[in-house]
């Protein structure tokens, strides 16, 4: 009876400490194992895309563009505060001798013309971006198609855009910075 009590602690034992093994030691990923040939190495291109598009002369039709649609919104909105303002002043003046439904008219076409305006600021302010989106999209169309041009030439398998310092460190031996490249490419079109 003994020896088969024992017999079960110990392999409760064995069965605990294989367990606690499993949870303390993490398994790793083996390395591929050697072999003669040399490990392929893979080639690639980086740029700043704000460079390039800034490089463009494109770009500046387009931002000169974007400046002066900004500029008639910008106009119409002050347009539209100033319509408001009068209207508020003309209410202050005035909201001693109103009777209380005309107060109440007032104040609501006061909060209506309000609540317009900032709608208008906003779908602006989307309009705009729009537009900026829109005008740039040929601009980055011909970036896509340059950097398959010099991928294919070069034999980079993938090409990295660089802005926001998304690209702190490269290895010479395998990244290059295409900018140059990429831009006499695009000036000869």
Known sequence: ????????????????????????????????????????????????????????????????????????????????EDEFNRKYEDFLEGQRDFAPSILKKRQNELQDLLDRNVAFKQEAQRLLQQAEQDALAPLKARVSEAM????????????????????PWVDPTRGEDINATLLSILQAK
């Open 1 to 80: 009876m003994t020896k088969k009590i024992l017999s079960l602690l110990l392999t409760m034992t064995t069965a605990m400490a294989l367990q606690a093994q499993d949870v303390q030691e993490p398994v790793l990923p083996q390395p591929a194992p050697q072999t003669a040939e040399a490990p392929q190495t893979y080639l690639f291109g980086y740029f700043s895309y704000s460079t390039i598009l800034k490089s463009m002369t494109e770009y500046q039709k387009v931002q000169q563009d974007i400046a002066t649609l900004r500029k008639q919104y910008d106009a119409e909105a002050k347009r539209v």
């Open 148 to 167: 398959g041009q010099l991928a294919a030439i070069r034999g980079y398998a993938f090409i990295i855009n660089t802005d926001g310092d998304t690209l």
